[in-house]
Structure formats: structure tokens, C-alpha cells
């Protein structure tokens, strides 16, 4: 009898030591932070990829939908920089007369924009890992949409970002981040330079695209209500 007792107390004991643990993991439904980092552009001034550099940064808020999924808003500044001397092409200086001038061009400025992106996590996010196995440190992939305005050519356009990050839950409130995004847009007028060859491009070939780094750091605000229904 007394074996029967010590097995039904050592359940009762797991039991509630996994209920405690699993509530103690709180769910989190806004983070607010920013980002800094790095990032350029590909356009007529530039085709390599990291070529001319530049200081990048954003502001970030995150609507996590569940351990794996989460949505995300921020607001993106990007410097801008570039000249036609770097160029390997040749441009001309008058697309529509024949010569042999080459266009000289420099471009410096800076783009905002405004983007919302979906992530998908590859392991279930969370500071407890618990019954449901959650992890610290989580890789994702991720893709939206956006609007961005460059001030070199006074454009705005639509832009799709793609991309990949990595995030680590350094404190129960508090993730660090490493997000990489590469923007496609169907604009060719954000360096202020289009169609340097006289030749109009279609679609997003040959348009202005850029890529951004960051290293993010968030907090997390709103706990979900401990007593209301469990994922």
C-alpha cells in the first residue's frame, strides 16, 4: 500500500510542478523596441552586394500570435549614398545623343519607410521551455510589404521585403535580435537616377532594391490574462 502512496504522490507532485511551470511562462502580446545596423542599396549607382554601406535603423513593434508565429510593424530610416565614378557601366551624359561623355552623378540622402512583416519561427518562442518545449533562441524567415520614400529622387513606392532573423530571449521581458531584410521595389527613381541608359526597364528588373541589417532590441508590454483559455 505504501509503494501505491509514494508513486500517486510523486505524480500529484509532477503534475503540479508542470502546471506552476507552464503558468510562470506568460504570454506576451506586444514588444516595443528598436532597432541599428547597416544596409544599402542596388540601383544605378551601385551592384554590389554591401556596396556603399550606410547607417540604418528602425523603430519596432511585434504582435506575437503564438509561440511560433508573430506579426511585425517598424519604421525604417536608411542613409543613401553613391556616384557614377564607381560605376563599371558606362552611362552617358546624354542618353539620346551618341558621344562619349560619361554622366557625372552623385547621390547622397537618406529613405523612410514603413513596413509589415509575418514571421514564422522555426522552434516555439519562449523564456519557460516547459511541456510545450519552447526555446530562448529561435531562427525565423519572414516576408511583407511596405512603402518607402528616398529624398535623392523624391520617390515613393511600394516595396516587398524578404528575409531571415535570429532571436534570443535574454531576460523573461527582454529578446535581442538579429533581423536581415532584402526589399524589392518596382521603382527605379529612388537614387534620383533613372534609366541612365536610355532604356526603360519593367517590373522589379533593373529597379532600385536595398537590403537592411539589424540588431534589434525589444521589451515585452501586455501579458495575455492568466485565466483566460490556454494555446
Known amino acids: 500500500m505504501k509503494p501505491r502512496l509514494a508513486l500517486i504522490a510523486v ?21 516595443l523596441g528598436g532597432g541599428i545596423g547597416a ?14 554601406p550606410h547607417v540604418s535603423g528602425a523603430l519596432v513593434a511585434r504582435f506575437p500570435l503564438n509561440p511560433r508565429m508573430a506579426v511585425k510593424t517598424r519604421v525604417d530610416y536608411l542613409g543613401l549614398r553613391g556616384n557614377t565614378t564607381k560605376v ?17 552623378y ?4 537618406s529613405q523612410v519607410g514603413l513596413t509589415a512583416l509575418y514571421e514564422l519561427h522555426f522552434l516555439p518562442y519562449g523564456w519557460l521551455r516547459g511541456f510545450q ?12 510589404l511596405g512603402l518607402v520614400y528616398a529624398t535623392p529622387g523624391k520617390a515613393f513606392t511600394m516595396d516587398i521585403p524578404i528575409g531571415v532573423g535570429l532571436k ?3 531576460r523573461e521581458r527582454l529578446n535581442l535580435g538579429l533581423d536581415w531584410t532584402f ?21 522589379f528588373r533593373n529597379k532600385d532594391h ?7 532590441l525589444t521589451y515585452d508590454l501586455s501579458p495575455k490574462c492568466p485565466t483566460c483559455n490556454k494555446d
Open 11 to 31: 505524480m500529484l507532485f509532477l503534475a503540479v510542478s508542470i502546471r506552476l511551470s507552464a503558468q510562470e511562462d506568460t504570454f506576451y502580446r506586444l514588444e
Open 39 to 52: 544596409g544599402f542599396s542596388l540601383n544605378d549607382l551601385n551592384n554590389k552586394f554591401f556596396g556603399f
Open 88 to 104: 563599371t557601366d558606362f552611362y552617358p551624359a546624354n542618353p539620346n545623343a551618341s558621344g562619349t561623355e560619361t554622366l557625372d
Open 106 to 109: 552623385k547621390m547622397s540622402g
Open 133 to 144: 518545449g519552447h526555446c530562448r533562441l529561435v531562427p525565423y524567415i519572414q516576408a511583407g
Open 168 to 170: 534570443w530571449k535574454v
Open 183 to 203: 526589399h524589392f521595389t518596382p521603382s527605379d527613381k529612388l537614387d534620383g537616377l533613372s534609366a541612365p541608359h536610355g532604356i526603360a526597364s519593367s517590373e
Open 210 to 216: 536595398f537590403s537592411m541589417m539589424l540588431f534589434t
